[in-house]
């Protein structure tokens, strides 16, 4: 299998100033870079994307070298924050750009809540179903104050539980990533087969 890096969008799903969720993304982006992933961040704080319009979206500035940056991903990242047992709606806006091209890729959720974050998980993960996506068997939730306050990652149980994603992001996003390209340039039959683009004669 070829050794090139994974390539992870790391998306930052809060507009909040000071958010703990971004400064999360952050961190597994920083330890995935240190492990030899391609990691590009994607903060909405930065990098507005305007409300989803079908009519519209494709043809507005920006959107063409986004789509370009999603399209390159092996890995997603969706970092938010629970907003009454749901996600944010910058994350659902990024998911309603992009759903074609999140087929085939893996997805892994990190999830800032004082509730668990298990539905917000779960809803993220029936998107990914939905979009023919593969996701983790398993999300990430934190609490702020408790497992990461003043910047820092407080909990050894949080800590570990990142690693732990940081590892399999990069295992299985590269496994996914190799197959998915694979399936693109074959001619058997498989899911993917709709996404494969027309040869010109």
Not at 66 to 86: C, E, F, K, N
Not at 162 to 191: C, K, T, W
């Amino acid at each position: 299998m070829p050794n090139d890096p994974v390539n992870v969008l790391a998306v930052v799903g809060s507009l909040h100033r000071d958010s703990v969720t971004r400064q999360v993304i952050q961190h597994v982006a920083e330890r995935l870079r240190a492990e030899g992933c391609s990691v590009d961040l994607l903060d909405f704080a930065q990098e507005p994307l305007a409300l989803y319009n079908p009519d519209t979206a494709h043809d507005l500035p920006g959107y063409a070298a986004l789509q370009v940056r999603v399209d390159q991903a092996d890995v997603i990242i969706l970092g938010t924050p629970d907003y009454h047992g749901s996600f944010s709606g910058a994350i659902k806006n990024f998911l309603d750009h992009f759903w074609r091209e999140f087929a085939g890729k893996l997805f892994a959720t990190i999830v800032a809540s004082h509730e668990k974050g298990l539905t917000v998980t779960d809803q993220l993960r029936t998107v990914a179903r939905q979009c023919y996506a593969w996701s983790l068997p398993y999300g990430i939730s934190f609490t702020e104050d408790i497992d990461f306050k003043d910047g820092q990652i407080v909990t050894e149980t949080f800590k570990d539980r990142l690693q732990m994603l940081i590892r399999d992001a990069r295992v299985y996003g590269r496994l996914l990533g190799h197959q998915r390209r694979a399936d693109l340039a074959n001619s058997e039959p498989g899911f993917l087969a709709r996404h494969r683009k027309t040869q010109e004669a």
